[in-house]
């Protein structure tokens, strides 16, 4: 039985993780960079930034437990996100993807 799956809002959902995870890191990466004065707003921008990818974090575990995804399925879908990032940076796409596109993203990482 196929389940009735946005595949868009899904590869959404973990590209603003990985997102969020790449702020977190950047922010980690610079926190000491610059003057000292400006260090209070360095230190206050990676606490939200750690929330914002905790929190981000949190709803793709829970999207991935409602779907019951193994750690196999869980790997293909992250693969399947680089890629369609990739595809939409290469061909300037917002967010419209093709259905033959969905349909073969949900049969790899469904199936």
């Keep these: ?6 595949i868009e809002r899904l590869i959404d ?3 603003e993780e990985n997102s969020s ?3 977190y890191c950047y922010s980690g990466k610079t926190l000491y960079n610059g003057n000292f004065d400006g260090l209070k707003i360095r230190k206050e921008h990676l606490s939200y930034a750690n929330q914002s990818h ?3 974090q949190s709803a793709v575990q829970a999207i991935m437990e ?3 995804l193994d750690s196999e399925q869980r790997k293909r879908l992250y693969i399947a996100t680089r890629a ?3 595809w939409r940076v290469h061909t300037s ?3 419209l993807m093709p259905a033959t596109m969905k ?3 949900y049969n790899f990482i469904f199936a």
């Excluded at 039985?1 to 946005?6: G, H, R, S």
């Design 1 to 6: 039985m196929k389940m009735n799956i946005d």
């Design 13 to 15: 959902l973990v590209e």
């Design 21 to 23: 995870y790449n702020d």
């Design 54 to 56: 905790d929190r981000a």
């Design 66 to 68: 409602v779907l019951q």
């Design 84 to 86: 369609v990032c990739r």
């Design 93 to 95: 796409y917002a967010f």
């Design 103 to 105: 349909c073969q993203i």
